[in-house]
């Protein structure tokens, strides 16, 4: 685990992980990240960690929102910005007006009870991007979402990832 928190007090112990489902699934593995590194391609590296953050706070899938903070702040995005991030419908003066339409576009796609995806919320998402970047958009949200069961399903452990590692 990594912190940065001085305290005399211990910390819970980490749960431990259900399954490597890479080890015995790899194959899955190697596809998803070949799909992974195929849905990102076009798309601006910070907008998607926003992207792949915000999904990942909806699943609560505490591995991929360490994974996403970190890449996020190596890639140059701001602490205040990835604070916000959770509550960015009150925080919108944070981002920019496409970024807006893909953190939309991220909860509607991520969270299917009401069975799809509304008109308006696509609609929004189409006048910020072109066809082929908004496709790669709604690729890269549908890996986040895939990411996120594994992660949360399996049990991967937060705390360890180092920028620039791979999953």
């Known amino acids: 685990m990594t912190t ?21 699934a790899p194959e899955v593995f190697k596809a998803m990240v070949r799909l992974d590194a195929a849905a990102r391609k076009g798309l601006d590296a910070r907008l998607l960690e926003l992207v792949k953050i915000r999904a990942s706070q909806i699943n609560h899938c505490a ?4 994974m996403h903070t970190k890449d996020a702040l190596a890639a140059g995005e701001s602490v205040e910005r990835l604070v916000q991030l ?41 006048k910020h991007f072109e066809e082929a970047e908004l496709a790669q958009l709604i690729a890269s949200i549908t890996v986040i979402n895939a990411w996120n069961r594994f992660g949360v399903t399996c049990r991967k452990t937060p705390g360890h990832y180092r920028p620039g590692q791979h999953a």
């Open 63 to 66: 591995f991929c929102l360490d």
């Open 86 to 126: 959770s509550a960015w419908e009150e925080s919108r003066h944070f981002y920019t007006a496409k970024e807006l339409a893909a953190l939309e576009l991220t909860e509607a796609v991520t969270v299917l009870t009401d069975g799809f995806v509304p008109d308006e919320v696509y609609e929004r998402a189409a």
């Open 4 to 24: 940065n928190v001085e305290t005399t007090e211990e910390y819970a112990p980490e749960l431990p992980v259900r399954l490597e489902w890479a080890e015995h």
